[in-house]
Nanobody, 122 residues
């Protein structure tokens, strides 16, 4: 069973910074894509940033220049460094990964974390 555990969320003032972490555990053969999504109340879930195994990154326009996504392959951990936070960044941030399991390595599987709350006060 694969588990994703997020941490690092909390309350911060506008202009401040937070660093989110997502630790992936389980019978993993290889992790492909890792990503951060977010969803605010009454709004649709959106992709914030993602990174593939080769290291290529992608960001939503709203966070470019402020957020940095990275992954530590040795630790199976995903990070999101969030700087210059704005009130509109407030949301539940959820970790996502697509990976190959050791026992079913012929097809990859998607997994989601439970999410961590980020609240930015004005």
């Amino acid at each position: 069973q694969v588990q994703l555990v997020e941490s690092g969320g909390g309350l911060v003032q506008a202009g401040g910074s937070l660093r989110l972490s997502c630790a992936v555990s389980g019978s993993i053969f290889r992790i492909n894509t890792m990503a951060w999504y977010r969803q605010a109340p009454g709004k649709q879930r959106e992709l914030v940033a993602d990174v593939i195994s080769a290291g290529t990154t992608n960001y939503a326009d709203s966070v470019k220049g402020r957020f940095t996504i990275s992954r530590d392959n040795a630790k199976n951990t995903l990070y999101l460094q969030m700087n210059s936070l704005k009130p509109e960044d407030s949301a539940v941030y959820t970790c996502f990964t697509n990976l190959f399991l050791l026992r079913t390595s012929r097809r990859s599987t998607d997994y989601w974390g439970e999410g961590t709350q980020v609240t930015v006060s004005s």
